[in-house]
Nanobody
Framework: QVQLVESGGGSVQAGESLRLSCAASGSIFSIVAMGWYRQAPGKEREKVATITSGGTINYADFVKGRFTISRDNAKNTVYLEMNSLKTEDTAVYYC????????????WGQGTQVTVAS
């Protein structure tokens, strides 16, 4: 089992910044990748950014150049630095972990609200 706890959401004005954090605990040795997804009202959940245990990073096109994903292995924490926020970035942001032993599991955090006002 892997537990994910997110923090750092909030309400900001367009153009401002926020940093989200996701702390993992439990069977962290089984994690092969972590990432951030988001879901806006009435829309499907979409991938924002991912980082593998080997350090490979992938961003959705709509955040390239504005968001940065990083990790602190000592703290078992993944961050999402969000700059130049837009109103369309408003969503609930979820931390995700892909873990594998014999079977592959998907773990999700509880979600944190990000609201960007114009």
């Amino acid at each position: 089992q892997v537990q994910l706890v997110e923090s750092g959401g909030g309400s900001v004005q367009a153009g401002e910044s926020l940093r989200l954090s996701c702390a993992a605990s439990g069977s962290i040795f089984s994690i092969v990748a972590m990432g951030w997804y988001r879901q806006a009202p009435g829309k499907e959940r979409e991938k924002v950014a991912t980082i593998t245990s080997g350090g490979t990073i992938n961003y959705a096109d709509f955040v390239k150049g504005r968001f940065t994903i990083s990790r602190d292995n000592a703290k078992n924490t993944v961050y999402l630095e969000m700059n130049s926020l837009k109103t369309e970035d408003t969503a609930v942001y979820y931390c995700h972990a892909l873990a594998t032993t014999i079977v592959t599991y998907n773990y999700w955090g509880q979600g944190t609200q990000v609201t960007v006002a114009s």
